[in-house]
């Protein structure tokens, strides 16, 4: 069974910090690594994504992927009130040529403290 | 359209009634999956469409939940016998689908919410 493993939390943050969100996954084989955030009550809603080792940045978002350790991060930085909310990972696990099945961890719940 | 829709965006049934649930992909997109969350909790896997190969069912947790899809378009959730533990929001998602990593971006859809009393 394939799986993507997140601490469910919650993850209390002072406002102004780096808040610091971790994923582990199975399947050597995955190469897409996704990050969604869900508000109470919304869709998720696609805020990273990276498919390569090592770090992407987007604004206060830092992806961090180690396909070796199996490990994929989320960093926000100066972290704000809006923040707050669930945080799923996501991982592609290849099923047969040109076709993966994505796989959504438990998520993460977030809360920013002002 | 520009997005994913699903529908009927609310959905109260009494229990034993069936309900069918109905979810528009992107146009192209080649993958479609249909997931369960309970208030509070994860998103529960249902079941996965890639193009015209089998789906994949795993994830439907009785023989009450069956799910259809219609070539790479329509995708319609019925649920049987519907039961109070059915209570959830159904989501639907899409992507491109295909070898490329990028082709796994999931796009979702609003939700149904269904309250089964």
């Known amino acids: 069974q394939k799986e993507v493993e997140q601490n469910s939390g919650p993850l209390s943050v002072p406002e102004g910090a780096i808040a610091s969100l971790n994923c582990t996954y199975s399947d050597r084989g995955s190469q897409s690594f996704f990050w969604y955030r869900q508000y109470s009550g919304k869709s998720p809603e696609l805020i990273m994504f990276i498919y390569s080792n090592g770090d992407k940045e987007d604004g206060r978002f830092t992806a961090q992927l180690n396909k070796a350790s199996q490990y994929v991060s989320l960093l926000i930085r100066d972290s704000q009130p809006s923040d707050s909310a669930t945080y799923l990972c996501a991982v592609n696990s290849p099923l047969y040529s040109n076709a993966s099945k994505i796989i959504f961890g438990s998520g993460t719940r977030l809360s920013i403290q002002p | 359209g520009a997005g994913v829709s699903q529908s009927p965006s609310n959905k109260v049934t009494e229990k034993g009634k069936d309900v069918e649930l109905r979810c528009d992909p992107i146009?192209?997109?080649?993958?479609l999956y249909w997931y369960r969350q309970r208030l509070g909790q994860g998103l529960e896997f249902l079941i996965y469409f890639q193009g015209n190969s089998a789906p994949d069912k795993s994830g439907l947790p009785s023989d009450r939940f069956s799910a259809e899809r219609t070539g790479e378009s329509v995708s319609t959730l019925t649920i049987q016998r519907t039961q109070q533990e059915d209570s959830a929001v159904y989501l639907c998602a899409s992507s491109l689908g295909g070898g490329r990593p990028s082709y796994n971006e999931q796009f979702f859809g609003p939700g149904t919410r269904l309250t089964v009393l």
């Open positions: 146009s192209g997109h080649t993958a």
